[in-house]
């Protein structure tokens, strides 16, 4: 009887064993099926986010290239992957009187309609958003800076685009376009 139960012991290790590995292998292949084998970036055109808050909201490709542009008071940051435009992000400077349904009325991907946070300082729906960057300077001399964001695929969700316009904004306010 003691036999058979020592017996049984190295069966269950390699049980064990096997089951582990195969985790390991689900693990990893979890990983590299997101389809994105290019590098996620640290920030929009230098302006600092999160890898996390700009992951979900990226497509599948094996490249991807920043495309920053600027036209009077409005920076814009195009992010391609693969060549195509998949994700931009811009900020503008607008009215003191300004609201972010009028920034929204404007915007590519979101409507004044859309969902609203922070009392109405973000307007979000899964392909664009809108809200206002808390820049002192810029307040003073009455000229508010807004931002927004906006992705050109339909997989993208509400919550991951309320995360990157919060963050972004957010990240604006402690850049260098607030400064001066």
Known sequence: MKNIHNAARPRARAALTFVAAITALVSVTACSSSGKKYTIPESLCGIDISRDVLEPLLQKGETLTEHPESSGSTKRCRIHVDGQSVLS???????????????????????????????????????????????????????????????THDDAKAEDMLKLIEAYAEAVGASEQCAG
């Open 89 to 151: 992000a811009s900020t503008e400077r607008w009215a003191d009187d300004t609201t972010a349904r009028d920034v929204a009325q404007s915007a590519l991907a979101v409507d004044p309609q859309d969902q609203q946070s922070d009392q109405g300082g973000f307007i979000y729906s899964p392909t664009g958003a809108v809200g206002k960057v808390n820049c002192a300077k810029a307040e003073a001399a009455h000229e508010p800076l807004w931002a927004s964001v906006r992705v």
